[in-house]
């Protein structure tokens, strides 16, 4: 395994836990959750073209379209649930605490999926020791929360 890429999948855990400070700074800024909410998605999908952009890539096509499952185009939804919650949260628990707990819904999730190797993924068994990690995540959001 390359470290380097453990290090920028960190960063990338950073930029989440950042965004939602940010999210939840803007939501009292704009007095509207909804509206931090939709700001929050509309500046990543102006990143994302620009990505797109300085990479290349063709443009979606309707053959591209095509060969994505109905449920493969509701993940925004579940990223708009995600910040809605953020957002909502960050104010009243504090970012270390909602952070916490998102990861543990993220584990106890990918857990499901790499154990049942649901949505085409491969099949990952849910061994004690992969358990004993994601009980010592939810300890640590009791240590976080005392």
């Known amino acids: 395994m ?3 890429y453990y290090l920028l999948v960190v960063g990338a855990g950073m930029s989440v836990a950042l965004q939602q400070v940010l999210n939840a700074k ?3 800024e704009l007095d509207s959750p909804m509206w931090a909410g939709f700001v929050s998605y509309f ?3 102006i990143a994302m073209l620009a990505a797109i952009a300085l990479t290349g890539e063709p443009p979606l096509s309707g053959a591209m379209a095509a060969r994505a499952t109905w449920s493969s185009w509701t993940g925004g939804i579940f990223g708009a649930v995600f910040i809605g919650i953020a957002i ?3 104010p009243r628990l504090g970012a270390a605490m909602v952070l916490a707990l998102i990861v543990v819904g993220q584990m106890l999730a990918s ?3 790499d ?3 649901l949505l085409g993924l491969a099949q990952h068994p849910a061994t004690p020791i992969r358990l004993v990690g994601a009980a ?3 300890l640590g959001v009791v240590l976080i929360r005392l």
């Open 136 to 138: 010592i995540l939810v």
């Open 111 to 113: 857990l499901a999926f």
């Open 43 to 45: 500046v990543g999908v």
């Open 26 to 28: 803007l939501r009292a």
């Open 2 to 4: 390359n470290f380097a």
């Open 88 to 90: 909502l949260m960050v």
């Open 115 to 117: 154990h049942f190797g």
